[in-house]
């Protein structure tokens, strides 16, 4: 049902950082930046991984997956994804091969702007409307 539910309490994400929280069944991504609290859906805009295995830096959050880059306080993408690996040059011809095909079909997939929710701080608690 939607509503506004607690998500945490502001105490656990101090400011410079962000954290992954369940909320009524919804994955969702804390940001504590400069400008205060944002919430997203804890979902990559380009192949859905958890963006709270990522990182949050200098206002913007990075994917772990492919390293699409998001505006911390909008969500707009910043930085396509991109397939870069160390030591390409040790592996077989056969599997680089395979990996430029790979490279050549997600540079295909759009990459979205990530979901936002309301989120607000109310005595100390985090809450967040889904
Ligand atoms: S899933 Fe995040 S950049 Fe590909």
Redesign the pocket.
Known sequence: MAGWYKATEIKEIPQGTMKGVEVAGAKVLLVHGPHGLRAFEDR?G????PLSLGAFKSGVVK?A????VFDAETGAVRSQ?QMRMGGVDKLPPELVEAMMKMGQIMAQIR?EVLRPYPVAEENGQVMVHI
């Open positions: 990559c380009h192949m859905s991984a994917c997956l492919h390293s699409a994804p990459c």
